[in-house]
DNA sequence: AACGTAAGGATTGTTGAACAATTCGACAAG
DNA sequence: CTTGTCGAATTGTTCAACAATCCTTACGTT
C-alpha cells in the first residue's frame, strides 16, 4: 500500500547545515564537554567547525528556545546554567508529564521499552558504569511519558532530560543521586505490567519528592 | 534595599532585531493575518520590515521551534497548517496540562485571573464579538495551567494555543465553537472556587471530549 | 495521454567581509 | 577605594556574492 510510505517519510528529510551544528553542539554540551556556565565564542567555534558565523548564530538560536544555551545581547551565548528555582521547576514538570502518563493504560511494546530500560540501568550498574546507568534511567523516564503515544509531550520531556542533564554536570556525585533509583524503577515497571496504576503513580510520586529533595539539596549552581 | 532591584532585572533586558522581528510575525500569524499554508518570502519580508535575509532566518528560526513556521529545506518557511492528528496530539497535551492543573489546590490570586476570563467571555458574548470570546476563552485555559505556578508549564501552554490558534483560523465559524463553552467555564470556575476539585477534573473531560470531536469533525485542512 | 528529460528562472543556503554597537578590563585621576 | 575614561575584543547586523535546490515549462518519446 502507498499508505505505508509515509513511515519513512522522516528518513527522506535532509538537513541544513545550521541544524547539523546544532545536533553537534547539543550533543557536546549534553555529554558535558561544554560545561554549563561556560561561554561559546562564534569566532572559535566556527572556525573550529568550519562554518560561518551566520551559520552557528542560526544554530545557537535553535538551542537557546531549547533551553541548553542562554542568549545574552551583546555578550554571547552561554551553556546555560540551572538556578535551585528551574530545578524545582523542572520537578514540577516532571510530575505533570509522567504522572498522566503512568495512569493510562500501558500497551505491551511501551512496556517493553521500559523493561529493556530497567535492564540496561541494572546492567550498567552492576559493571560501576554509573554513566550508564544514568543514560538508561533518562531512557526509563522517557519511555514512561512515551506511554501517552503524544508527539508534543515526547518532545517536550526530551527537552526537559537534556537540561536535567545540565544540572547533573554541575555535581560531583552522579552515583549517589542515580544508585537509590535502580530499585525503585524495577518496582514501578511491575506496577504498571500488573495495571495496578493507582499505585504506580503513587510510587512515582515518592520517587519525586526524594529525588527532588536530594537534587536540591546538593546542587550548588555557584560553587 | 539593594536586593530589591533584582525584581526590576526583567525590565533591563532589551531585545535583539531578530527577536522582535519575531515577534512581529508571531502577532501576524496568530491574529491570522499570515493565514496557514501561506509561503512567507525572505526576500519580501526582509525588505517590508528593512532588516536583512539573515536577521530574518534567526526570526524563521525561533518560529519554527515554536511550530508556527514550517521550514522545508530551498523550499522556504511556511505557516504552519497543521494535520488532524496534530489536532488531536494538542489535545492530548491539553488533557495533561489542564487536567493535571484543575486536581491543584487553587490560590485566591490564580482563581481571580480565572474569574476574569470568564466575566471577559461572557461580556464579549453579549456584544457578539465572537473574536473576543475566542482570546478571552484562551486566557481562561492560560490560567488554568498558570494554577501550576510553573514557568515552564506556562511556556509549553502558551505554546500550544498559539498553535491551536492555527486551527481556528483553517475554520470560518468560530461563533459555532466557541460559545457552547462559555457556560461550561462559568461552571468549573464554581466547582475550582468550591474546592471539588474531583468534579472540576471530570467536568474538563467532558469538555475536551466534546471540544476534540467538534474540532476534528469540521476541521478539512485542505479544503 | 502518460512519462522522462532538459533548460531556465526564481528562491533559498551559505559564505566572507565589513561596520556599528556594546561589553569588559585596565589604568589613571580624584 | 571609588569613579571616569580609553581601547581591545566580541557580538549585532548588513550587504553582496555564489552555490545548491526547486519549480515550471517545454519538448520529445512511447
Do not use: K
Amino acid at each position: 500500500m502507498v499508505a505505508d510510505l509515509a513511515r519513512h517519510r522522516s528518513r527522506l528529510s535532509r538537513s541544513s547545515t545550521a541544524e547539523r551544528v546544532a545536533d553537534i553542539l547539543r550533543d557536546n554540551i549534553i555529554e558535558g564537554a561544554f560545561p554549563p556556565g561556560e561561554r561559546l565564542s562564534e569566532e572559535a567555534i566556527s572556525e573550529g567547525l568550519g562554518v560561518s558565523r551566520n551559520t552557528l548564530r542560526e544554530a545557537f538560536r535553535l538551542l537557546g528556545h531549547e533551553r541548553l544555551l542562554d542568549h545574552r545581547l551583546n555578550r554571547g551565548v552561554f551553556v546555560r546554567l540551572p538556578s535551585v528555582e528551574d530545578v524545582s521547576d523542572l520537578y514540577t514538570m516532571r510530575r505533570v508529564l509522567e504522572g498522566a502518563a503512568v495512569r493510562r493504560a500501558a500497551s505491551r511494546q511501551a512496556l517493553t521499552l521500559i523493561g529493556e530500560a530497567v535492564r540496561d540501568a541494572e546492567r550498567a550498574a552492576a559493571q560501576g558504569d554509573w554513566q550508564g546507568v544514568g543514560t538508561a534511567n533518562i531512557r526509563f523516564h522517557q519511555a514512561l511519558v512515551g506511554l501517552h503515544g503524544s508527539p508534543r509531550l515526547d518532545e517536550a520531556m526530551r527537552q526537559l532530560l537534556a537540561e536535567l542533564r545540565l544540572v547533573f554536570h554541575v555535581m560531583d556525585n552522579p552515583r549517589a543521586f542515580h544508585e537509590p533509583f535502580i530499585g525503585r524503577n524495577r518496582e514501578l515497571l511491575a506496577l504498571l505490567e500488573a495495571g495496578r496504576t493507582e499505585e504506580a503513580a503513587a510510587c512515582l510520586d515518592d520517587y519525586f519528592d526524594e529525588a527532588e529533595r536530594l537534587l536540591i539539596h546538593a546542587y550548588q549552581p555557584n560553587g
